[in-house]
């Protein structure tokens, strides 16, 4: 027999099989392509029959994306030092020193300046809407500074990538975001008040510390299936501000929501005009 002959052959018929094949996945890739757009755009005309506008928002989204395992910070009397010093006392609900109070649990540590605690402790921070919005990166540097140094001094480690400057009236709030892979940790809330330039308080809430063990690579649910889903709970002209992925440990929907280590999911966050949050989550299955 003429193996080589054969073997020649047998090497051009694989060669075809996977010319065939890579032909056939990517025809396959561009026909899901255009019925994912033909979907989008069927659900788009379905919000503008309603009336809910989404005109400006990003609707391109990654195809999978990986989890990150994470674990919140957590809070013991050391932290009651860092910021109060020795000299403390405690009523039996807050830490109180000369000119500051402290409270804190498990996951939430809130610090005032005395003369500021009823203002700040009163104030809904969900929602930062109520405040102007500064984009001033002389002022943005300028706070950025302090801030670094004060939490080098209360010996607060966080890792942030982002924060947000707002103002109203005399207190300038900032709150820090901490990312990955310019995702945001949504749960993490810390937030950090000034008053007349010099810092009068802050409030960590959930802050992250990223884990050594790798998370898993998921597939995305496609945008028009989570619009579909949510167009119900809409009202006409409502006006959606943003769509984005963010990561989530704690699902309201689950059976325990207080979880305080794990696997931090994606989820689709969209934000109406109105300040209302939707968040749901970005993929179907957990298959590991």
Do not use: C
Not at 9 to 14: A, F, K, N, W, Y
Not at 144 to 167: A, P, T, W
């Amino acid at each position: 027999m003429d193996w080589p002959k054969i073997k020649t052959i047998l090497i051009l018929v694989l060669v075809a099989t996977n010319i065939m094949l890579g032909y056939t996945y990517i025809r396959e890739q561009q026909r899901f392509e255009a019925e994912r757009e033909n979907n989008l755009e069927d659900v788009l005309e379905l919000y503008k029959n309603k009336g809910v506008e989404l005109s400006q928002t990003k609707l391109k989204f990654p195809k999978s994306v990986s989890s990150v395992n994470i674990e919140f910070v957590t809070f013991d009397l050391s932290f009651v030092e860092a910021f109060l010093g020795s000299d403390y006392s405690f009523d039996g609900k807050v830490f109180v020193s000369d000119n500051h109070q402290l409270y804190l649990d498990n996951t939430h540590l809130f610090y005032s300046d005395s003369a500021h605690y009823n203002r700040i402790i009163k104030a809904d921070l969900g929602n930062l809407e109520q405040f102007n919005l500064i984009t001033d990166l002389a002022i943005r540097a300028e706070l950025k500074s302090k801030i670094d140094v004060f939490l080098g001094q209360v010996k607060y480690e966080l890792k942030y990538s982002d924060f947000d400057v707002v103002k109203s009236g005399n207190y300038t709030l900032v709150k820090l975001h901490q990312m990955h892979d310019e995702m945001l940790f949504v749960e993490s809330k810390t937030v950090i008040w000034f008053y007349n330039d010099e810092i009068v308080g802050f409030r960590g809430e959930d802050d992250v510390k990223i884990t050594a063990t790798p998370g898993f690579k998921y597939d995305i649910i496609s945008v028009d299936r989570i619009l579909y889903g949510l167009l119900p709970k809409l009202n006409d002209n409502d006006k959606i501000k943003s769509i984005s992925l963010i990561y989530k440990l704690n699902d309201e929907s689950l059976l325990v929501s207080d979880l305080v280590l794990g696997e931090a999911l994606p989820y689709y966050q969209i934000v109406l005009s109105n300040g209302d949050v939707f968040q749901v989550r970005a993929v179907n299955e957990i298959n590991k």
